[in-house]
């Protein structure tokens, strides 16, 4: 399926489709692109609302861009697989059966896929900004995201190595 596809499957029924992308094999590039196409995708969603603030308190819209360059998508993704890493060993814990790939997988695959909320949470910081609506999408971001993990990882848990 195409990855918008996928996408879209998701929101549907997250388990399915992380369960289908492990079927596919373990493919470390595949896991690395889904976590630096969602840091670029961060990256973008944050653009507006560095104009919104460059505007109001009359900074550099250069040097705001290049710092949230930097961190999201030069340090963020180290940060993911730390991230991914924990989950691991916090499933292993409680009983998991699944592979490091297939955690990596599950959050990498989580992210990707909640972009879409990404990136209205990124429109409605630079045209809104800060107040309830901002607060709002985020809290539907983070809770489709925190389900979409919660679902891939559990799939990947019964996943054998």
């Known amino acids: 399926m195409p990855l918008t596809s996928d996408i879209v499957a998701t929101y549907r029924g997250p388990g399915r489709v992380v369960r289908r992308l492990l079927d596919l094999g373990e493919r470390e590039d595949r896991a690395l ?44 993704p180290l940060f993911f697989y730390m991230l991914a890493f924990v989950s691991y060993g916090a499933a292993r814990l409680v009983g998991g059966r699944g592979s490091a790939y297939g955690a990596r997988l599950a959050l990498f695959w989580a992210l990707l896929s909640s972009t879409p909320l990404v990136l209205l949470n990124g429109l409605v910081a630079g045209f809104i900004g800060p107040g ?5 999408v985020g809290l539907i971001w983070l809770g489709v995201f925190i389900w979409f993990w919660l679902a891939g990882l559990k799939q990947t848990q019964r996943h054998a190595e």
């Open 132 to 136: 309830p609506a901002l607060t709002f």
């Open 33 to 76: 692109i889904f976590v630096m196409g969602f840091c670029v995708v961060a990256f973008v969603a944050q653009l507006p609302s560095l104009a919104r603030r460059a505007h109001l308190e009359g900074l550099e819209l250069n040097m705001l861009m290049g710092g949230a360059l930097l961190g999201t998508v030069i340090i963020l």
